[in-house]
C-alpha cells in the first residue's frame, strides 16, 4: 500500500503531464490567432473536460486491467476514450470557431473549420496523445509499485526462512542440556532470549543500525561458545567506523551460522573459527574462516539452503554492489562479502 507521502508523489507527476499538455496545445494555437486570451481559454477548457475521462481511464481502467490481465479490453477502452476525447477537441473549436464568427475573438487560422484536414487529425489522434501520456505515466506508476510490492515480499520471504533454522539448532541444544547441566542450560536460554528478542522485534525491519546487527552477531557466537566449550577456539575483530550506518537485518548471520555449523568439534580434533568485519565510511568487508574436520563425512543434500537464500537477498538489496567469495579446501572453508553500501 502506498505510503502518503508517495501518493503525493505520484499525483504531483500527473499534474506535471497535464502541464505538459497544456502548453502542448497552447504552443499549438499561439502562433495562429492574435488572441492570447483565445489561445489560453481553449487548452484550459478542453483538458478540463476530457481529464475526467483519461482520469477514469488511467486510475481506474488501467489498474484494472492489468490486475486481470485482460489487455485485449483495455484496448478497446483506450480507443473508445480516445475517440471520445478527440470529439470533445473538435466540439471546442467548433465553439470557438463559432465565436470568432460573431467576433468575440479575431479570426484565425487554427479555428477554421473549412480546412477539411481538421476533421481528420482533431478526432482521435488527440485523444490517443492525451491517453498515451497519462496512461504511460500511471503504468510506470503501477509497474513500480507492484515491483516494490514483489521485492518486499521476496525480502521478508528470504528473512524468515533463516529464523527457523536458527531456532530449532539452538533449542535444540538447549533440551539436551537440560538433561546434564540444568545450570548452563538455563545460562544459554537467557542468552537466546536476548537474540530471540532481536529477531522479533528487529527480523521484520527493512533496515538497522550496525551497532544492533553486530550486537546479535556477538551474542550468537557468545552462545555457540558456550554450546561448543573447549572443542573449538573463536577469535573475532570488529572494526567499525560509523556504528549508525544502517543495514538490512540478518544479514550476515548465515555466514556466521555455517562456520559453527560445519567446523570440526570433537574431542580428539579441536576447530577454530576467525571472523573480522570491518566497516569504513561506505564498505563493508565481511569474512569468516573455520577449519573443517579430517574426517570423511558424507554431504548431505539439505545443505546450502542458508547460503543461497543470503545470496538472493544480496542480489535484491546490493545489485552490482557486493562481492561474495567462498573458498573450500579439504581442511579450510573460507568466506568473504564485500558491500558497497
Known amino acids: 500500500m502506498l505510503s ?16 505538459m499538455l497544456f502548453f502542448a496545445l497552447w504552443l499549438q494555437v499561439i502562433p495562429e490567432t492574435t488572441s492570447l486570451t483565445e489561445a489560453t481559454l481553449y487548452p484550459t477548457l478542453t483538458l478540463l473536460t476530457v481529464s475526467p475521462i483519461t482520469t477514469y481511464l488511467s ?6 486491467a492489468i490486475k486481470h490481465k485482460t489487455v485485449v479490453v483495455f484496448v478497446f477502452q483506450f480507443l473508445g476514450c480516445s475517440v471520445l476525447i478527440g470529439v470533445v477537441r473538435f466540439l471546442y473549436m ?21 480546412i477539411p484536414t481538421y476533421y481528420v487529425f482533431v478526432l482521435i489522434p488527440t485523444g490517443i496523445a492525451i491517453n498515451l501520456c497519462i496512461c504511460g505515466v500511471r503504468f510506470f506508476q503501477e509497474n513500480l509499485k507492484l515491483k516494490k510490492t514483489l521485492i518486499e515480499y521476496q525480502l521478508r520471504t528470504l528473512q524468515h526462512q533463516i529464523t527457523p533454522h536458527f531456532m530449532f539448532n539452538v533449542l535444540n541444544h538447549i533440551h539436551i542440556l537440560m538433561q546434564s547441566d540444568v ?7 537467557i542468552k537466546y532470549s536476548e537474540i530471540l528478542r ?10 538497522v543500525t550496525l551497532e544492533q546487527d553486530i550486537q546479535f552477531l556477538k551474542d550468537f557466537i557468545a552462545i555457540e561458545e558456550i554450546r561448543w566449550e573447549g572443542k573449538l577456539t573463536v577469535s573475532s575483530s570488529w572494526k567499525i567506523e560509523d556504528a549508525t550506518k544502517e543495514i538490512p537485518a540478518l544479514l550476515f548471520i548465515t555466514f556466521v551460522e555455517n562456520a559453527f555449523k560445519h567446523v570440526s568439534k570433537s574431542d580428539f580434533e579441536k576447530g577454530y573459527i576467525h571472523i573480522g568485519f570491518e566497516q569504513a565510511e561506505s564498505r563493508i568487508c565481511f569474512h569468516v574462516e ?4 579430517t ?7 539439505t545443505g ?3 547460503l543461497k537464500n543470503t545470496k538472493e537477498r544480496l542480489e535484491i538489496l546490493y545489485p552490482g554492489k557486493y562481492e561474495l567469495s567462498v573458498a573450500e579446501t579439504d581442511r579450510v572453508y573460507r568466506t568473504k562479502l564485500i558491500i558497497q553500501l
Not at 486510475?59 to 484494472?64: G, H, Q
Not at 545450570?183 to 536460554?189: E, F, N, P, T, W
Not at 573455520?290 to 574436520?293: C, E, H, R, V
Open 4 to 19: 502518503v507521502k508517495e501518493r503525493i508523489k505520484d499525483n504531483y507527476t500527473i499534474l506535471a503531464c497535464w502541464v
Open 59 to 64: 486510475n481506474t481502467l488501467l489498474p484494472k
Open 94 to 114: 467548433y465553439l470557438f470557431a463559432f465565436l470568432e464568427n460573431e467576433g468575440v475573438f479575431p479570426l484565425s487560422e487554427y479555428f477554421n473549420m473549412n
Open 183 to 189: 545450570d548452563l542450560a538455563s545460562d544459554l536460554l
Open 198 to 207: 532481536y529477531q522479533l522485534y528487529n527480523g521484520d525491519r527493512q533496515h
Open 290 to 293: 573455520n577449519s573443517k574436520s
Open 295 to 301: 574426517l570423511s563425512i558424507k554431504k548431505r543434500n
Open 304 to 306: 546450502g539452503v542458508g
